[in-house]
């Protein structure tokens, strides 16, 4: 736990020093593709020393001069199986992203989806030693919560303060500076698997990089994707990337639980190259083109000319109906679908005073995906787009780029976590368990 805590400490550093100078990288490290936006600051870029506990604030402060994707390789349910393949996808994205920025860049940072994440809630109450509320009282309630016996070979990915309570005045954001007697947190803490993180550490390592930081695809996709009102009221956000389809739940403009599902868009792929005995390529341009989920009568009519590659051109001209398409499609869809909604009900999310359900990432652009989502989810669904920032190329605005984007977002503006305060050393957490996302039924 100490090493974890003094390597974020670190990166964080890090980032602050990357600010100062001026420009950052941005990488997401997906299945399908790795994308890289290279971030300048200008002098209005505030730091998040002085900003309060956890607030996002505006994007102000940076703006988009450099942006590149690639075909992602070496990388499987957002993980890392390939270490040179992925190695030559990230250079290739960085370089392209450099030259369009015409700027050398040293420090990125990146976020990854898969990993089996896991979320818990844990809780603390302090007497303060004042009667006020200082950095140093904040430190040591947070230093109280009891953390659980997560399981060797995991690693914290995120630990954050998402709620604050002073005596009898729960829903505090910010509790410095004010009087009483008790102080008490809630925490919201995110481990994955450690072996994915160590993976991608290295290899940023050897792209001759310097990692300034690292989060999870599903809680940066929810910065951007969802709005104001969702992440204060309640809402989940759900990225459908190739690999993976990361899930999380935002309240009071906080993430408090994270899952994700081991299947996404390349599956749906896989399904069409099996089913019309294509290649991989075809079949992702058949979906992209004419794919869908929701079939009527003019799909039996409606021919699709799938093509082959054997030079015969006799044997090569097939065509199938665009309902046969659907009717192999369909399943795969509703199968990723049934697993989220199987997600957001361990996860309590019906316990939230809005429901609100944001779709986005690269296969949420699949025709008809919101009706039979909110049919299977049971709320209402719509689909997200990243938040527009400055100088962000238009090629970069669609819903596959919902993580860049909320990372370049939280790069700029980070929320605090644990390791942002100095927890004693003697202090350390003991351990228990305690129910994930227990805290937000008592409290709102």
């Known amino acids: 736990m100490t090493d974890l805590y003094q390597s974020q400490r670190a990166m964080r550093q ?73 190695e030559r996808a990230i250079r290739t994205a960085l370089q392209a992203a450099q030259k369009m920025a015409e700027i050398r860049v040293d420090h990125v940072i990146a976020c990854f989806s898969g990993a089996n994440p896991r979320s818990y809630g844990l ?16 430190a040591r309630v947070l230093a109280a919560c009891e953390v659980p016996e997560y399981g060797t ?15 009898n005045r729960s829903g505090l ?111 992702e341009r058949i979906k992209t083109f004419c794919g869908g989920v929701h079939a009527t009568g003019a799909d039996d009519r409606d021919m699709i000319d799938i093509g082959g590659d054997t030079g015969d051109w006799e044997h090569d001209r097939r065509t199938v109906s665009r309902a046969e398409l659907i009717g192999i499609m369909r399943p795969r869809v509703e199968e990723i679908l049934e697993e989220v909604r199987l997600r957001l009900d361990a996860a309590g999310f019906d316990h939230l005073p809005s429901q609100q359900i944001v779709l986005t990432g690269g296969s949420s652009q699949i025709m008809g995906l919101d009706g039979l989502a909110s049919r299977i989810l049971g709320q209402q669904v719509r689909l997200g787009r990243p938040l527009r920032v400055h100088g962000l190329p238009q090629s970069a605005t669609g819903p596959g780029f919902a993580g860049a984007v909320g990372l370049a977002l939280f790069a700029a503006h980070p929320q605090d976590e644990w390791w942002d305060f100095e927890v004693p050393v003697d202090r350390y957490p003991a351990r228990s368990l305690r129910r994930a996302v227990k805290w937000f039924r008592d409290n709102w």
Do not use: W
């Not at 070979?153 to 005596?167: C, I, K, M, T, Y």
């Open 173 to 283: 954001i910010d509790p410095r500076g004010q009087l009483g007697h008790n102080l008490a947190v809630d925490m919201h803490m995110l481990t994955v698997d450690a072996a994915a993180i160590q993976h991608l550490v290295h290899c940023i390592k050897r792209c001759d990089l310097e990692l300034a930081g690292i989060a999870s695809s599903g809680y940066v996709s929810g910065i951007s994707a969802l709005v104001e009102d969702e992440q204060e009221l309640g809402a989940a956000c759900i990225d459908m990337g190739g690999g993976s389809t990361s899930i999380s739940i935002f309240m009071k403009k906080h993430m408090i639980y994270a899952d994700c599902v081991r299947m996404g868009g390349d599956h749906i792929t896989g399904d069409i190259s099996m089913g019309l005995g294509v290649p991989m390529a075809n079949a």
């Open 153 to 167: 070979g995991r690693e914290v990915l995120h630990a954050q303060p998402v709620n604050f309570a002073l005596d």
């Open 14 to 86: 890090m980032r602050r020093q990357a600010m100062q100078r001026g420009v950052i990288a941005i990488l997401d490290v997906g299945s399908s593709k790795i994308a890289c936006l290279i971030l300048r600051f200008d002098g209005t870029a505030r730091l998040s020393e002085d900003n309060s506990i956890g607030s996002l604030a505006g994007q102000s402060g940076f703006r988009v001069v450099g942006a590149a994707t690639t075909r992602s390789r070496g990388v499987q349910f957002g993980e890392i199986t390939a270490m040179q393949e992925t």
């Open 123 to 138: 809780d603390a109450t302090v007497e303060l030693e004042g009667q006020v509320v200082t950095e140093s009282e904040i």
